[in-house]
């Protein structure tokens, strides 16, 4: 009898298994393997939460100027690498008033929620435009930085607040580097 118990638990206990492994998988999903930040799934739920509960909330948009070329030029090393730092300055820049998430390639997403933080845009442009150091090559890095309040839109939906960030991150590119519109 004890071997039919034993029998009847194994495909209970190998189920049971088999979902800690898919649930680790899925979130290791949401964060991106390189830079540790939030995959634009991960980021999106916790973004929309954000965005309802902080009336003062900004978005911003991060695409890296060039990017394609330090890939070319330096080998996609040199470009985790800006990668990998351009994460790390825009978290320590928002500290723990936000979340961040890499949307793909070189492009960069964030909620902050910090009035201190929404006003120092200046700042955050400053700390990505630094050179990054990679085998023994100074990297120039720029980055054109979109914003948009939410309370400047008529409804504040994360759809709408990206769209304006994008028409702003697109702006900046447009007056040359190193600009940030909001």
């Not at 029998?7 to 830079?35: F, I, Q």
């Not at 939460?49 to 040199?78: E, Q, S």
Request: aromatic letters at 4%.
């Amino acid at each position: 009898m004890d071997t039919q118990l034993i029998a009847a638990g194994l495909p209970s206990l190998g189920w049971a298994v088999h979902g800690g492994l898919l649930l680790r998988r899925l979130a290791t999903a949401r964060r991106d393997p390189l830079t540790g930040l939030h995959t634009r799934a991960g980021w999106t739920i916790r973004a929309e939460h954000l965005l309802t509960k902080h009336p003062g909330a900004l978005v911003i948009l991060i695409d890296l100027d060039d990017f394609k070329a330090i890939n070319d030029t330096h080998g996609h090393a040199a470009g985790d690498t800006v990668l990998t730092t351009t994460a790390r300055r825009l978290s320590t820049w928002y500290g723990h008033h936000g979340i961040a998430a890499r949307l793909g390639g070189d492009e960069f997403a964030a909620i902050v929620t910090s009035p201190d933080h929404t006003a120092d845009l200046d700042a955050l442009r400053q700390v990505l435009a630094q050179p990054v150091e990679h085998d023994g090559h100074t990297l120039p890095v720029s980055a054109s930085v979109g914003s948009c309040h939410r309370t400047d839109l008529p409804a504040p939906s994360l759809t709408d607040a990206l769209s304006a960030a994008d028409a702003a991150m697109y702006a900046a590119k447009g007056h040359g580097r190193r600009n940030t519109h909001h």
